[in-house]
């Protein structure tokens, strides 16, 4: 006799069920499957084993389900062996490209590469050593007690003797992986606020909705453990750098953060972004507000630091206003009684996540939250300078991704959840709070206060500062790009003025500086990106025989030359006086024979000098 059995198959996708017989072919099983998950291909393995390493089960005519001891119940787990998608795979609107976790669920898991650090601390036991106490042990020194055993990482005793306020990621898994089940039932999965797509049992929203297209309602938790741990900047002269532009004009400044993760020794099991460099991206800004302009480079700009061992990770923006000019002193307007991030600066920063995703196995999808970090330059409680590092949580970046969190126009403290439309079906959204009574009650997040998103993260600078780029009080280094300004403009004239600084067997100290290789790799006369891979590469490794291999190449001695040429050549204030009846006239490059105004010391079309 026949028997119908239910068979539940786990995948990237989710989780559905599956009506078979116990008698009945796999490689009938397998089309239900494809059917089911509605699967452009039949390139996916099932498993009986968790881990997909042991009990593949093959599809094939000549056994059947009863013959791999497949019963009524049992879990099997599907892996993608390609780009396999479904219809219900991508809940990310038409012409929406955000790189986001969403447009990405298809992604097999044995295709995400997790980052260094993240395999690094795998490795790890993470358990917190503990010496002896004399008073309390009463046993040899080979031997163990309660009272001197090692800790787990995310023991809540410890971490608040040390002030530490948010579990690690990493510490954050062992305890979900610290039970019976030793985390056999782990899913980290990512918050969805749109309909799902491809119900066919009622017409499509705003006609109709059900429970199992319909997203969840979210109530917000302030998130226990975070993906950064700390933020330090390599030295101080990098923010010095990054500040000269509002010193300069008074207008506030974004840059984009580019350095290393690393573990983090002073958290358990804990990851600290190691800044390097800051990039500036086209801008306008003014004293209250940026507006970040489309930057044609930006890929150029991960290129060069992924070649110097950099990524990007994390933005920096400024928000100061002088408060005493003599004394340098800045105005304290980011507290506990206004805000610490607004509404605005919660969304920037939970788009910028959504566009950094952190690669994690234990996602459904392969991503889970991001390690970007958000730092702030403002005012202290002293009218002092300082850096204030956050992040937003999972459920926030969710809210971004997905369109559901606005600003209010009056209360930078305080975000808005969109109302549901004809177009846009938006989820309850709520959060707790105690009332005047001191009862703990639910709240419609219409409006919410920010700090249920927000989530610390400590900045800071080593004792002994450290150099990835050269670094010298003698030497002015070279200006910053997009900066609209005198004295910060980068032109051929202000390389020549750079060049000029450093001895001729220098040429390494004078390539480390990633301003300086952005310059020369994307120059309008004499582009260099394609081959300033080998001058990279010595920077990278502090090599100066490379450096200076590299500075005899064809294409750098073009550019000494044209600098020589400049410097034979009289000022332009010698060439007015030797004829003064030709100062009204305009004069021809003789590099691209454009004809310029008198007035001009260099050519508008290639930048070089008259």
Partial sequence: MQRNIVIRIQSPFGTKRVEAQSNEQTITFFEKIRAEFALNSFNFRLFKDRNKKNGEI?????????????????????????????????????????????????????????????????????????????????????????????????????????????????????????????????????????????????????????????????????????????????????????????????????????????????????????????????????????????????????????????????????????????????????????????????????????????????????????????????????????????????????????????????????????ESTNDQYVPDVFFKEKDGYGNEVTQLARPLPIEYLLIDVPVSTPMEPLFTFYVSPTIQPFPVENRIVDGHLQDFSSLMTYLRQFPPDSFLDTASDLHFLLYIATMDMLPMRDSIGSLLEAVKLKDRSLAKTWAKSEQWATVEQMISAQGMMPSVDEQIQASPSRTSALWTCQHCTYLNQPEENQCEICELPR
């Fill in 58 to 418: 093959n599809s094939t005519r000549s056994k059947t389900l009863a013959s791999y001891n497949i019963k009524h119940g049992d879990m099997l787990y599907m892996d993608l062996l390609d780009e396999a998608t479904t219809s219900d795979a991508v809940f990310v609107a038409e012409g929406d490209n955000r790189n986001d976790v969403t447009s990405v669920c298809a992604v097999a898991l044995s295709e995400i590469t997790e980052d260094d650090v993240d395999v690094q601390l795998h490795k790890l036991d993470g358990k917190i050593e503990r010496e002896m106490d004399d008073k309390l042990c009463r046993h040899g020194l080979n031997t163990k007690c309660v009272h001197c055993s090692a800790l787990e990482p995310y023991d809540s005793k410890h971490l608040d003797d040390q002030h530490i306020k948010h579990l690690s990621f990493h510490s954050y898994l062992r305890k979900l992986r610290g039970g019976v089940d030793k985390g056999k039932f782990v899913a980290l999965e990512n918050i969805s606020c749109r309909i799902k797509q491809g119900c066919t049992g009622h017409p499509p929203w705003p006609k109709g909705i059900c429970s199992n297209c319909q997203p969840n309602a979210i109530t917000l938790n302030r998130q226990i453990y975070r993906h950064l741990d700390n933020v330090m900047f390599e030295n101080p002269q990098l923010v010095e750098r990054f500040l000269n532009y509002w010193r300069s004009t008074g207008h506030q400044r974004v840059g984009f953060l580019y350095g290393r993760h690393e573990t983090h020794k002073d958290v358990p099991l804990g990851i600290k972004a190691t800044v390097a460099a800051i990039y500036e991206p086209p801008q306008e800004s003014t004293r209250d507000n940026v507006t970040l302009l489309p930057d044609d480079r930006a890929h150029i700009v991960d290129k060069i630091a992924s070649q110097l061992g950099l990524q990007k990770v994390g933005w920096i923006f400024t928000d100061l206003v002088a408060d005493d000019m003599v004394k340098g002193t800045v105005k304290h307007f980011r507290n506990v009684n206004s805000h610490f991030l607004s509404a605005q600066e919660c969304i920037m920063a939970g788009h910028f996540q959504n566009q950094h995703p952190n690669p994690c196995q234990f996602s459904p999808n392969g991503y889970f939250g991001s390690k970007f970090v958000t730092v702030c330059v403002t005012g202290d409680s002293q009218n002092q300078v300082h850096m204030e590092g956050y992040q937003v949580s999972n459920q926030c970046m969710a809210l971004v991704r997905d369109d559901c969190l606005v600003p209010t126009k009056d209360a930078p403290e305080l975000g808005y959840i969109r």
